[in-house]
């Protein structure tokens, strides 16, 4: 009798092996993609130094990745759902790249569209966050002066 009674409870480890197995490939696989989806997204999209746009871009993407896998394992997911979200996740990911890519080659001569965004508050907002990170200001407090203000 204690020899079955070991026996399940043997099986049962090996069964939480295999899961804590089964997220660690999880989150190994992760980290390979964000890596590999860095390296290609700051080779064919960076326009700055490789390796700082494929590290940050790695980073975003592996954090990304993570909260997807955390929301997956949270509702108990199935396959169909992984995949689901993984879709959702590239098609945003591609739509955003492609008009950042193609607004500046075929939309208006407006500045916003030769800048690569869809939307003209997005772009005030970025542009004077920009110039406000570049300025000579020591206060944060300068981002809320009415000169850098581009609300509706």
């Not at 999209?45 to 990304?64: E, H, N, P, R, V």
């Amino acid at each position: 009798m204690m020899k079955l009674i070991h026996f399940s409870s043997h099986q049962g480890s090996d069964r939480g092996l295999q899961s804590n197995r089964g997220l660690w490939a999880r989150w190994l696989a992760s980290l390979l993609a964000s890596l590999v989806g860095g390296a290609t997204l700051s080779a064919g999209f960076g326009q700055g130094s490789f390796i700082s746009g494929w590290l940050g871009t790695a980073i975003i993407l592996f954090i990304s990745l993570g909260l997807m896998l955390l929301a997956w394992q949270w509702v108990k997911g199935d396959r169909l759902l992984a995949w689901m979200m993984i879709l959702a996740f590239v098609l945003r990911l591609s739509i955003g790249l492609m008009l950042s890519w193609a607004l500046p080659r075929f939309g208006y001569d407006t500045p916003v569209d030769k800048a690569g965004y869809v939307f003209a508050d997005a772009y005030s907002r970025d542009s004077q966050a920009w110039t406000l990170a570049t300025s000579t200001y020591t206060s944060l407090g300068a981002a809320f002066k009415q000169e850098f203000s581009s609300d509706e």
